[in-house]
């Protein structure tokens, strides 16, 4: 079982920015594999970037350059940077950790919508 809280979601132009937070307990934060996932209305779920414990970072091809996955460890928190956002990064943006996803346990979730 898993807890996170996602926010930050929203309606933004062609080219705007958001900051997505995912907060995490603790043990969550400190034990497992944090990352940010959409789905977009009519697809499948896809991963957006992922953190590792070790550092490493994934990022999907079509937002390489201009997403960045971070996190706080004193608040037990991950980010998603989104700059120049384009309509097609309009998708429900999810936060979870490798388990989460193993067990197909999500969260709701939060709502980016991209458009003029």
């Known amino acids: 079982q898993v807890q996170l809280v996602e926010s930050g979601g929203g309606l933004v132009q062609p080219g705007g920015s958001l900051r997505l937070s995912c907060a995490t307990s603790?043990?969550?934060?400190?034990?497992?594999?944090m990352g940010w996932y959409r789905q977009a209305p009519g697809k499948q779920r896809e991963p957006v970037a992922i953190?590792?414990?070790?550092?490493?970072?994934n990022y999907a091809d079509s937002v390489k350059g201009r997403f960045t996955i971070s996190k706080d460890n004193a608040k037990n928190t991950v980010y998603l940077q989104m700059n120049s956002l384009k309509p097609e990064d309009t998708a429900v943006y999810y936060c979870?950790?490798?388990?989460?996803?193993?067990?197909?346990?999500w969260g709701q979730g939060t709502q980016v919508t991209v458009s003029s």
């Open positions: 979870n950790t490798n388990l989460g996803v193993r067990l197909d346990h």
């Open positions: 603790g043990s969550i934060f400190s034990n497992y594999i």
């Open positions: 953190l590792s414990s070790g550092g490493s970072i």
